[in-house]
């Protein structure tokens, strides 16, 4: 695999708002009754297969189905770190994307244990995540606050789908202050799973990563930063207990409600250095405040 030099300033991966297939016009009407003509983001049903086996069919505006697939197969555990992935073939018109490996796989009894999460566009999880989690070390890292502002600031106005269109979320990867794979769409766990698919696919060391996302900070947000090996997560949102709790068990920096200048952490406060004056940082402008800016999502 291919290692990715991070450009400074500039992320490898972001948001193409412009892209067609990501969003429909829709006419209807205002408050006012007047005729509007809005853009709306694309859903598309994707369907996932390891080898011979159909695991998931997914929701998804579908802008990068391979990274999809690896990252959701990775998070769900089904497929290993070490695994070789021999081919992802994609099928634009059958909407299918399949994931072949090396090793033989089935998952038949894992497919029927599943746990409904919290997740928009109803994400799972798999009870031996639970396990998978305590065999899971975090590396140290640490997390200036001048970073912290400065990357909430990059990617409140950064081009995105959530500024073109709304109804979607975001989860960003960052080193440091500086965003490097920026990805969008309805449902906040696609978002990290593309992430997480991206990293596996060019060798990305998590050990001085950030993840930032938009939506809120659940248990399976948690979980899925820690099974990619992130030692922080941010988010614009707030948390749930069980996240918070599981963050605590794991030792993850967990920081909720970043805003402007304000943030709120409940898990690995250590991690953080408060190397920023804030009065030095200027409040979040109105035209760039997304989902979660007055109340948590």
Known sequence: MQTVKVVPELAVVMPDPAAPRLTE???????TGALVEIN???ERALTLYLNAQEIVTMMTINDYPEYLALGYLLNQNMLKPDDVV???EYDDDLQV???RTERNTNYEQKLKKRTLTSGCAQGTAFGDLMEALEEIDLPAAELRTSWLYQMTRIINTTPSLYLEAGAIHGCVLCREGIPIC???DVGRHNAVDKIAGWMYRHDVNPADKILYT???LTSEMTIKTVRMGIPILVSRSGFTAWGVALARQVGLTLVGRARGKRFTALSGEKRIVFDQDIEQVEEEPSRHR????ENDE
């Open 25 to 31: 016009r829709v006419s209807g009407i205002d408050h």
């Open 40 to 42: 709306v983001p694309a």
């Open 86 to 88: 021999t081919e992802v």
């Open 97 to 99: 994307v399949v994931v």
């Open 182 to 184: 920026y990805m969008e």
């Open 214 to 216: 938009t939506g809120r």
């Open 290 to 293: 997304r989902k979660g800016g």
